[in-house]
């Protein structure tokens, strides 16, 4: 008899991996509806822990599916393309709304380049230490949902640190797109919910109170302009300048180094400074420069914006998540690009 907690289990995933060819990949099930983030944290790191190369995908508002494989496997536009010209698996794609590879991209919530990275360090699922057939129970008492990957999805928080050529083609999607795509099984990330309300209330309510620009994440064409956030007259002017120059960032490309030298010289003046009395937040401002770095393949850099938020405060979750993602960076530029 398999208890469901040895499903998940380190042993479990290692008898799977000794079965498998070099190029064999496992996909694992897990629900976040009536589960705890430490959960989906444990299931994610166990199953890391056998199969470094680790991808996570969006079928649903309750589900994640988790792809592994011991090796780095081909994950890209061209593979999604031979998917669908196997007509039976094109046909059952279609009936979840699903009818392009371009579609089938905006189910992936990370990539090989960061979904390794995702849940950090803590304990793993034992058939020694089954941790998870004592919790789960106690968090379907609860009847929480998990929000854990919220931060991390490549679709919106995280939308720099995707490959260039999904954010390429996401951005390339119209809203009718997106409504069959999310339509009728929406997004396990609630925030990419609420995103896409905001966009399709839009394009029905033009004159409507609804704005998307606010919205740095994937679904946004490339050619739509940043639009700075409006500030309260109290403002600090230092939070001014901040803003000024983080959307001067997304918005000319061409002078992201100068934006980015002067979020800088901000960050470093409050370094060792009491932050909560701040009317800014310095670790957001570190994550846009470091990841508006890896945009601009200038990794060296973001992990120096990474360290200088990490003495700013050595316990945030996204800038030690970032950290995790630098030691395996693979630049956009090269030719294994296409592999992430």
């Known amino acids: 008899m398999i208890g469901v907690g040895s499903v998940f289990s380190r042993e479990y995933y290692e008898l799977c991996a000794n079965r498998l060819n070099e190029d064999g990949l496992v996909c694992q099930w897990f629900h976040v509806y009536e589960m705890s983030d430490g959960i989906v944290g444990m299931v994610l790191r166990t199953f890391a822990s056998v199969f470094p190369h680790v991808e996570i995908w969006d079928p649903g508002s309750g589900d ?3 792809l592994g494989g011991k090796h780095a496997f081909k994950s890209s536009a061209e593979t999604y393309r031979e ?5 039976a698996v094109a046909k059952d794609l279609e009936l979840i709304g699903l009818k392009t ?15 390794f990275a995702v849940p950090g360090p803590g304990p793993i699922q034992s058939d020694l230490f089954p941790v998870l057939e004592y919790e789960a129970p106690k968090a379907f008492f609860i009847g929480t949902k998990a929000s854990l990957l919220t931060a991390y999805d490549e679709r ?8 260039a050529a999904k954010r390429t083609i996401l951005a390339s999607l119209d809203t009718a797109a997106l409504r069959e795509i999310f339509g009728t099984y929406n997004s396990v990330n609630s925030e990419l919910n609420q995103f896409l309300g905001v966009r399709f209330a839009r394009e029905e309510y033009p004159d409507g109170p609804f704005d998307d620009r606010l919205f740095h994440w994937v679904f946004r064409p490339s050619n739509a302009p940043a639009v700075a956030p409006p500030l309260p007259h109290s403002s600090s002017s230092e939070l001014q300048r901040l803003v000024a120059a983080d959307t001067a960032m997304r918005t000319n490309p061409s002078t992201w180094r100068e934006s980015a030298a002067a979020i800088e010289t901000i960050l470093r003046a409050n370094t060792g400074k009491n932050s909560q009395k701040l009317d800014w937040a310095p670790i957001n401002y570190a994550l846009a420069v470091a990841k508006t770095c890896l945009i601009h393949d200038d990794v060296e850099r973001a992990r120096s914006f990474v360290a200088l938020g990490l003495q700013i405060d050595p316990t945030a979750h996204e800038l030690l998540y970032l950290s995790r993602v630098l030691d395996r ?12």
Do not use: D, K, M
């Open 64 to 66: 994640i599916l988790i």
């Open 83 to 87: 998917i669908y010209g196997r007509p």
């Open 101 to 115: 590879p371009e579609a089938f991209w905006a189910r992936q919530l990370a990539s090989q380049r960061t979904g």
């Open 156 to 163: 919106t928080h995280q939308s720099e640190l995707a490959p």
């Open 329 to 340: 960076w693979t630049p956009q530029n090269a030719t294994t690009a296409s592999v992430r």
